[in-house]
């Protein structure tokens, strides 16, 4: 008979070289001294793989699975004989010793997960209820020191031994954990880009679930999203939580800020596009050019601010170009790479950035003073449990991709973009900031230093290092600094490789993380931490997940007794949903039935400006020019700043008649991007339209000018502009620039055009 994998843990069934308790030895818990048996020739030793000597394991928890290795192959049944504080056996257990098997895997996550040599040559007891208590008594007050022997077929002698020590604390975890539970593919190949570590088909396959470790079994509350949603927190008083959620188009600049509560709804009006807001006390508009996007959004200790790393401004940042408003994209400030190994498929990293604030209660976001020079990326900031402090990675900015670097084939490849962060910290003071300090112990040390978690009693700081980048990367490990900095610790809990993704419980005892210790599939480990910041080695929660799949993002949940989350329902995403299936459908040229479908999409979520907008778009294709002026109009009533959105009312208004009121909506979108040639050339060609050559001159002149005399459709439009007028004279350079630029592109239709223009003009 076989144990399955998914159901033990695999803490230590690592390489035949991993740490073991007996090395040519077996040792005793209670005076560290060599026992006699295990060193004669007839009696080997027994390798324990888990749990570790010196395991703690909280009270509440259910039965762990023992797993070992037994180097005498006569053994064909196991004794276990638990006793505590030096005295004899009290509990002795038979245990047939099963082997270990894989487990039960996910068919739709992906390949199943197969058994190496060493871990099917593993043998496994998982204690019942009853007996698991009864060892839980005898380790409360003293480590109970737990003896494996094996038995030859007659049971008459051991002929192997092994021991491990294991205590129980007496401090419950005390809350449950949020996760989220992941299929792992190959994500799509691109070199760069979006963030997309899995592929599309794998999305809606994503669970949300929370476990309460007296139970057996986790608890699904969410899942089937047509969305990616990705890093969520939850306030410390447990009544917040939020989700860096995708919008429609892969949009990542959206949020969810919902009450927790025991079934909670995702609604439209609880997610905040970050797009939507101007960084200024004066006014909620955005500018208009920005699509901007969040990373690692946290809600603050009582639900009412979200912080989060944004764009820099551009007209500040050497790095950017010239014009106004603030960087937004993802090529400019991310590092992200997918490669081709489900171990660590993706390496994702912001290389600009500043920290800006959300008041829920204002409706307003800013930027953190102390926190928003562009000269270097500030990002992964997290609340002290007071809510008066942020500590955050910073480190100087940089290009994501830097011109000639090689491309990397695996996680930690030198030819990745390089970056170091270093932990700073920086008051909050309700959003005025001040000055950041440096972390001493966290700072300054030549690693990367990164995701740092306040315990709630605001003593320490538990913080990832590795090399480079940030969070999953397989160097990173747990260290521990006093929150007012001192010398860092390495924890005893990290195991290799990959620790991340950690969580403090409410009650500040318990940390819980993420490791790649059992494989590739990141598995959702515990250490306990005392009062002076020693942890212990890291014990695994069972059962967490399919064999085949990973766990991430662990968040504790400070709920009241008796209190739970039971189910959260993504209403928000059938709009999602709706607008990609219309946008696919317009990109197939399926024009009536992209027109259906958004009409779907507009009754679920009337406000949003975007779907009116593409619906008039497609109105406009289907040829129902006057119901697209009906949404344009609408699109730019929820969104009057929007400069393509009133250029698009333009156009629509120009098309039914109403060139007056056309222009006056092209002036506006002029008046928001005063550099665009797009809507000065546009006026232009309204005023044509009505025979005003005279008037199209100016505009057009000007958008000659911002164009810099590139552009070839303005230069032609000058050109005809003054033939009309009675300026030929003028119109011929201008001609004949035109037709170089159209000659160098190699447009052959369009120079052309452009020589017979110019024919006309020389022979006027």
């Known amino acids: 008979m076989r144990v399955r994998l998914s159901h033990i843990p695999m803490v230590a069934i690592l390489a035949a070289g991993s740490v073991a308790l007996i090395c040519g030895a077996a040792f005793s818990a209670s005076s560290g001294t060599p026992l006699q048996a295990a060193t004669t020739a007839q009696v080997a030793a027994i390798k324990i793989d888990y749990p570790l000597d010196g395991s703690v394991f909280p009270p509440e928890i259910t039965p762990p699975t023992f797993l070992w290795h037994d180097a005498n192959e006569t053994s064909k049944r196991w004794a276990f004989e638990v006793s505590s504080g030096g005295a004899p056996a009290t509990l002795r257990i038979n245990a047939p010793g099963d082997l270990l098997q894989s487990g039960q895997n996910d068919p739709d996550a992906g390949p199943d997960r197969a058994l190496t040599p060493e871990q099917a040559s593993t043998h496994t007891w998982k204690p019942d209820v009853a007996t698991w208590d009864k060892i839980k008594h005898l380790s409360v007050n003293s480590p109970a020191r737990i003896t ?39 994500p799509p190949p691109e070199e760069k880009g979006p963030i997309a570590p899995l592929p599309r088909s794998a999305i809606p396959l994503i669970k949300w679930q929370i476990r309460d470790i007296s139970q057996p079994k986790s608890h699904l509350v969410m899942t089937n999203l047509p969305t990616c949603a990705n890093c969520h927190s939850i306030s410390r008083d447990g009544t917040t939580f939020g989700l860096d959620l995708d919008g429609p188009r892969n949009d990542k600049g959206l949020y969810a800020l919902v009450p927790v509560s025991k079934e909670m709804t995702i609604r439209n009006s609880n997610v905040i596009h970050w797009s939507s807001f101007g960084l200024n006390d004066e006014t909620r508009a955005a500018d208009p050019a920005v699509k901007r996007f969040g990373f690692m959004s946290q809600v603050s200790p009582t639900g009412r601010y979200v912080v989060t790393s944004i764009g820099p401004p551009n007209n500040t940042n050497k790095h ?53 020079d562009p000269e270097y990326v500030h990002t992964s900031a997290f609340w002290s449990p007071d809510g008066k402090y942020l500590i955050f990675s910073r480190a100087l900015a940089r290009d994501p991709y830097p011109a000639g670097a090689a491309k990397p084939e695996q996680a930690n490849d030198p030819g990745e973009t390089q970056i170091q962060y270093d932990l700073y910290k920086i008051p909050f003071n309700e959003g005025r900031g001040g000055k950041a300090v440096p972390v001493e112990g966290a700072s300054a040390n030549g690693m990367s230093n990164n995701f740092p978690k306040v315990s709630p009693d605001g003593k320490w700081i538990v913080f990832v290092q590795n090399k480079n980048g940030l969070l999953m990367r397989p160097d990173s490990k747990l260290y521990i600094v006093p929150f007012a900095g001192g010398k860092p610790r390495l924890m005893h ?84 949903r709706l607008f990609d299936q219309a946008y696919a459908q317009i990109e197939n040229s399926q024009f009536p039935e992209a027109i259906d479908t958004l009409h779907k999409a507009i009754a679920t979520n009337p406000e949003d400006p975007l779907s009116h907008y593409v619906l008039a778009t497609a109105l406009s294709a289907n040829d129902q020019e006057k119901d697209a002026l009906t949404e344009y109009r609408r699109a730019v009533a929820l969104m009057p700043t929007n400069p393509n959105f009133l250029d698009h009312l333009a156009v629509s208004l120009a098309l039914n008649g109403d060139s007056e009121g056309a222009i006056e909506q092209l002036n506006k979108a002029i008046a928001v991007d005063p550099g665009s040639v797009e809507y000065r050339f546009n006026v232009a060609y309204v005023l044509e339209s009505r025979g005003d050559f005279a008037g199209a001159i100016a505009p057009l002149e000007k958008a000659v000018a911002l164009s810099r005399g590139k552009d070839w459709r303005c230069l032609a439009e000058l050109a005809k502009v003054y033939d009309k007028t009675g300026r030929s004279a003028d119109a011929i350079p201008v001609a004949r620039q035109a037709l170089d630029l159209a000659l160098k592109q190699n447009n052959q239709q369009v120079a052309s055009a452009l020589q017979d223009a110019l024919d006309h003009y020389e022979h006027e």
């Open 493 to 576: 809990c990290n195991l290799a490789p990959m620790n991340s993704w950690h969580t403090w419980s409410p009650n500040g005892h318990w940390l819980a993380f993420s490791s790649k210790a059992r494989g590739p599939y990141t598995r959702l480990m515990l250490t306990h931490i005392d009062a002076d910041g020693n942890d212990t080695p890291a014990i695994i929660v069972d059962d967490t997940t399919a064999a085949n799949r990973a766990i991430n993002i662990p968040e504790f949940v400070n709920l009241p007794p008796g209190a739970s989350i039971d189910k959260i329902d993504p209403e928000a995403t059938n709009f999602y």
């Open 148 to 186: 494996i022997k094996g038995l030859a077929a007659d049971g008459s002698e051991p002929v192997s031994i092994g021991q491990v020590s294991i205590s129980t604390s007496p401090d419950p975890v005390g809350a449950p954990v949020f996760y989220r539970d992941v299929p792992l593919r190959l």
């Open 320 to 372: 950017q170009n010239e014009e106004p408003g603030f960087a937004s994209g993802i090529l400019d400030r991310i590092y992200s790479t997918n490669y081709r190994s489900i171990q660590f498929s993706q390496v994702f990293y912001p290389t600009r950035g500043i920290l800006a604030w959300y008041d829920s209660k204002e409706g307003k976001m800013r930027p953190l003073p102390g926190a928003d």
